[in-house]
């Protein structure tokens, strides 16, 4: 339901006149496999081979003036595929793992 929200969100601001919403435009990056540990990972191995301080370097999307985390999951798996995540970002319904944009009453393979 989150991710419906956000998305009935996003389309409001895209297509309201209000002050509060000052976007015109809004591009989505999805990292997969982007989880907190991963991107401190990255930031550290990036500063390290740059010869940069690891503590206070960033990496270039944590500079964005608009960053979000999503906890993700399908209907049928604790540790999601891209495939059932992806469809509930766009669809904003969850769906099952290794399914594209289906509800989740279609099992893999019945599509």
């Not at 339901?1 to 999805?30: E, N, R, W, Y």
């Not at 509930?88 to 019945?110: L, N």
Request: aromatic share 6%.
């Amino acid at each position: 339901m989150s991710v419906k929200l956000t998305l009935i969100g996003i389309s409001f601001c895209l297509l309201s006149t209000s002050p509060i919403c000052h976007a015109q435009k809004a591009i989505i990056f999805v990292g997969d496999g982007m989880g907190p540990t991963t991107i401190a990972a990255t930031r550290i191995f990036e500063a390290q081979k740059n010869d940069l301080d690891w503590r206070s370097h960033m990496l270039s999307f944590e500079e964005f003036s608009n960053v979000a985390l999503v906890r993700t999951h399908t209907v049928d798996a604790q540790i999601p595929d891209s495939a059932g995540t992806m469809s509930a970002i766009m669809t904003g319904h969850k769906t099952r793992s290794g399914v594209i944009s289906v509800k989740p009453k279609y099992a893999k393979g019945d599509c």
